[in-house]
């Protein structure tokens, strides 16, 4: 390179930049351009990605909630049908307690009937003991029998099917009873048929 030549690349490198009307640099100006283009590019892409975060946060919150429903909605569930399970044994359990009272009352009419001289056959004997185990046996299922005679006439537990004027006993006692009536774990399984003085 001869030295003419660097002389005018020296002189092309010394030139002023160019000033634009306003006096603003015209180079610096085109630099700025990219540099807002790509800060809008930016929050743009950040806009969007809140949006997806908040459209994510309320899929979310919504599953959650679904969620929580079903866990309510199956607890629920559980809890009613044992509570219908419960309810169907008592139901089986009752019955069949109410189909073996008439064979109760059976055994203390056969009983009532026996003279004190029978009272001592061995066949009475085994027929009152095995009268007394079903007893201890219905007792144990928590069947008690209903008191009646001498007490006043309740009817939650009696079915006064009788009324006599009797003034030797306080208005409204019961003075016979001609069915024994049972509980069953406090509940009536079968109501005292009584005779009640007025």
Aim: aromatic content about 6%.
């Amino acid at each position: 390179m001869s030295k003419k030549e660097k002389k005018e690349k020296e002189v092309k490198t010394d030139a002023p930049e160019k000033v634009s009307p306003a006096g603003e640099d015209t180079e610096s100006k085109e630099s700025e351009k990219p540099e807002k283009e790509t800060g809008k590019v930016k929050s743009e892409q950040g806009a969007a990605a809140g949006a997806k975060l908040e459209a994510a946060q309320a899929q979310i919150d919504d599953l959650n909630d679904r969620l929580r429903r079903s866990l309510a909605e199956f607890d629920n569930y559980r809890k009613r049908t044992d509570a219908e399970k419960a309810a169907r044994f008592e139901m089986g359990e009752r019955s069949v307690i109410e189909q073996m009272l008439p064979v109760v009352d059976n055994f203390e009419r056969g009983l009532a009937t026996l003279t004190d001289d029978q009272k001592s056959d061995p066949f009475a004997d085994g027929m009152e003991k095995t009268y007394r185990h079903l007893m201890t046996a219905l007792e144990g299922l928590g069947v008690k029998p209903i008191e009646a005679v001498g007490k006043p006439f309740d009817p939650n537990y009696h079915n006064a099917v009788m009324h006599v004027e009797d003034e030797e006993q306080p208005a409204n006692t019961v003075v016979e009873e001609f069915q024994k009536g049972y509980t069953m774990n406090g509940t009536v399984v079968r109501y005292s048929m009584v005779k009640v003085a007025n």
